[in-house]
């Protein structure tokens, strides 16, 4: 499998796979998705299904300029009807993948999960996962930045699974993992995180995650600065040099996701994954582009087995 090293890497080989996939919005009367969605479909990544208030969303496009006329709509009011509908396309093979529109991403996310009418996890748990351009080359990847609140040891094994699993159907043959904390050193009970991070990086000596390298605890500079590892005499396959990274929870996660955002404006590409179907999830505060990556990785990903 050919390895994916920029997020413009994997727009490209989504446009070269031949017809777009379809995705179904869920609750499309909203400026910022049906901006995406237009932006995926002229660009060729994605053929969005708009589903929800079919007058509201003709207002919202017309009020923006966008050009609706050729995406579907199926009209549809409430929440709760507008995600069973995204999700029984998915399930009837109408649509690909799944984004959120105007409702919350635990609405979609609980449709997603319901044992009888959605798409339950393949095996473990949903999570989310953040690409981005790495500043010393190739692509880096981020989770749980926006599902699992306070994860358990069992949750994050279940979590980095996820993630080496989008890692290896990006191209990233063996994938270095950093399990992030606050510092390098097994702090017990102060520092509940260095603990599980040691544990699993115990767990990753043993085989449990396949062709992965997995370190930690690490702090953020030990795992992606050289310069910082070696001053602090760090070495290891993973220190300095680490292109999967686990944060301990949702909230160092989602500050550290929003900090590449706003203060770094970094583009950003994330999606829900561990069902059948990636699931884009967009916030409103993410850029135009971070909203079309998030497309084209999803694209990507719902047409890449692992291999």
Do not use: W
């Amino acid at each position: 499998m050919r390895e994916m090293t920029s997020l413009a890497d994997i727009v490209r080989a989504v446009r070269e796979s031949g017809s777009p996939p379809k995705v179904a919005v869920a609750r499309s009367a909203e400026g910022f998705v049906l901006e995406a969605a237009v932006q995926a479909h002229e660009a060729g990544i994605a053929e969005p299904i708009l589903v929800g208030d079919a007058e509201a969303t003709r207002s919202v496009a017309k009020t923006l300029g966008l050009d609706i006329s050729d995406l579907e709509i199926i009209p549809i009011r409430s929440d709760d009807e507008a995600v069973f509908e995204a999700v029984r396309l998915f399930r009837e093979g109408r649509a690909e993948l799944i984004m959120k529109g105007l409702v919350s991403t635990a609405t979609l996310l609980k449709a997603v999960l319901n044992k009888e009418t959605g798409v339950p996890p393949k095996a473990g748990i949903l999570s989310h996962v953040t690409v981005f351009d790495s500043p010393v080359g190739g692509l880096t990847l981020l989770t749980d930045a926006g599902v699992n609140i306070k994860p358990t040891l069992q949750r994050k094994v279940d979590i980095l699974k996820n993630a080496l699993d989008v890692a290896r159907r990006l191209g990233l043959s063996q994938p270095r993992c950093a399990l992030l904390a606050a510092t390098e050193k097994v702090n017990y009970p102060a520092m509940p995180a260095t603990m599980e991070a040691d544990v699993i990086a115990r767990m990753a000596e043993q085989g449990e995650f396949g062709d992965a390298l997995v370190a930690g605890p690490l702090s953020l500079d030990l795992a992606l600065s050289p310069d910082s590892a070696r001053c602090k005499g760090v070495d290891g396959p993973v220190a300095g040099c680490a292109n999967v990274l686990l944060t301990p929870d949702i909230e160092s996660g989602n500050v550290l996701y929003k900090a590449l955002a706003t203060l770094c404006r970094t583009p950003l590409a994330s999606v829900v994954v561990g069902s059948r179907v990636p699931v884009v999830v967009p916030s409103r505060a993410d850029t135009p582009d971070s909203k079309f990556n998030s497309m084209a990785l999803a694209a990507y990903l719902s047409r890449t087995e692992t291999p």
